[in-house]
């Protein structure tokens, strides 16, 4: 019996040491010290990047750096990352980029490519496949994912139970199901996001242009949004927003959205998966149990659901030394890493990961699966297995062509222009720019 017992203790003693050493040598950070480096890192408020900092005290012990956190809403955000770029002023070692930003930034070689910084132990080929291209550009990897998402159709199941419909897996089906349950003020058909700007209608709105065949530019680049095909999915997207959605529509944010379908008005949405954490949350939403997710309808060309993420990159302008350039891998490694993923989602109940063995733990499957997230997990496997990088188009000029374009699909919502004078005034606008940049001669 003590031969027994020393031997489960022997073996205590390993698995403390293992766990020790796990403890120290966190998957992708350089074992080596950092001591006398500060980091001075700009994020995005995202449930995915507020948990870091309850976690960084054990970072700054196991490297010996120092991190400043400075947590901004998104325009704020991408304000001071570019002043500081522009400027070269330097102050911010990695920044949190949306990934649209990635080519205009990676262009202007404002961030560094990351690639022979990764190691192995990294997990690199665990991230979900799509939200990995999406920190890549030319064939270099220039971010890592800290936050990631598709869209869905979130629709409130009793009513669709109730009328005997299945959720829409057309735009047209969609536009009849709107019909269905258009009983105004109590309860409208759908609402979508109307507000300007390329992350905000625009990001919607892309889905329905390329779902009715359209496309954002020729194989010259010359724009061609303004077809009849943009033309006819700008009036069909205005149209179900005025004619079955609440009032304002044209100036609806996803809050909007999410509030609207949350209080229980509104019969769907189509949204971004991440909507998962507070429309099922019972202290949010007064249907929580009353809603679920499924893939989002399809157009005569094909199924476009969104993506997007947030990425972490170096910035070349705040790492003068290679150290500093370590040390800002040692940051973006630890907080992407499979560990840092599997703490965000077991314990902040913050399920908006990016690597697949979060989506394959059981105990993840228990907490956003059917029974709690109706629709949810099946919505976002179907997205990612359709979505297309390039949903908007990945160039330099996009952030100006996209909040251009989103002023005009706004116009066109609000009935300030109709939509061939809209479209055509910013495909001109987006030609002009892309004579500028030399992409068109």
């Avoid at 001591?35 to 960084?56: D, H, R, V, W, Y």
């Avoid at 920190?135 to 990631?148: A, D, E, R």
């Avoid at 139970?161 to 058909?189: C, H, R």
Wanted: glycine share 8%.
């Amino acid at each position: 019996m003590k031969v027994i017992k020393r031997k489960k203790n022997i073996s205590l003693m390993v698995l403390i040491m293992i766990t020790g050493l796990l403890l120290v040598f966190t998957p992708g950070i350089a074992q080596q010290s950092f001591q006398g480096i500060k980091l001075t890192i700009p994020l995005q408020s995202l449930p995915s990047t507020t948990f870091l900092p309850e976690k960084l005290p054990q970072f700054e012990k196991e490297t010996g750096m120092k991190v400043e956190l400075q947590f901004l809403p998104e325009v704020e955000l991408w304000d001071k990352i570019v002043g500081d770029f522009a400027t070269r002023a330097g102050v911010y070692n990695v920044v949190n980029i949306d990934f649209m930003f990635i080519p205009e930034f990676a262009e202007a070689e404002w961030i560094l490519p990351i690639n022979e910084y990764v190691t192995p132990d990294y997990g690199t080929n665990d991230i979900m496949t799509k939200y990995l291209e999406s920190g890549m550009y030319n064939g270099k990897i220039y971010g890592f994912p800290v936050y990631g998402e598709s869209s869905a159709l979130w629709y409130r199941k009793d009513l669709f139970k109730e009328k005997g419909i299945s959720p829409p897996d057309t735009f047209y089906e969609l536009w009849d199901v709107a019909t269905k349950f258009y009983q105004p003020p109590e309860l409208y058909g759908i609402a979508l996001r109307g507000m300007r700007g390329s992350s905000m209608n625009i990001y919607i709105w892309t889905m329905f242009l390329r779902g009715f065949g359209g496309q954002f530019f020729d194989n010259n680049w010359n724009p061609v949004f303004n077809s009849s095909q943009g033309i006819y999915a700008t009036n069909f997207y205005r149209d179900l927003i005025n004619t079955y959605g609440p009032p304002g529509g044209s100036s609806f944010t996803w809050d909007d959205t999410a509030l609207v379908l949350m209080s229980g008005k509104v019969a769907m949405i189509i949204e971004a998966t991440d909507f998962v954490d507070r429309v099922f949350d019972p202290e949010k939403s007064r249907v929580h149990d009353k809603l679920a997710a499924a893939p989002v309808p399809a157009g005569p060309a094909g199924r476009f659901p969104s993506i997007f993420t947030s990425q972490l990159s170096i910035s070349k302008i705040g790492n003068t030394t290679e150290k500093q350039r370590k040390a800002s891998w040692a940051f973006i490694s630890w907080a992407t890493s499979e560990e840092m993923e599997f703490k965000k989602a077991l314990e902040g109940k913050i399920p908006t990961g990016v690597r697949r063995s979060i989506f394959e733990n059981p105990q993840f499957k228990e907490m956003f699966g059917e029974q709690n997230c109706p629709g949810w997990l099946h919505s976002v496997f179907e997205s990612l297995a359709v979505a297309e990088v390039d949903y908007r188009p990945r160039m330099k000029e996009w952030r100006e062509i996209g909040d251009i374009l989103g002023i005009a699909v706004e116009n066109v919502i609000a009935g300030i222009k109709p939509s061939n004078v809209s479209l055509d005034e910013a495909a001109e606008f987006a030609r002009e720019t892309l004579k500028r940049s030399g992409r068109v001669k």
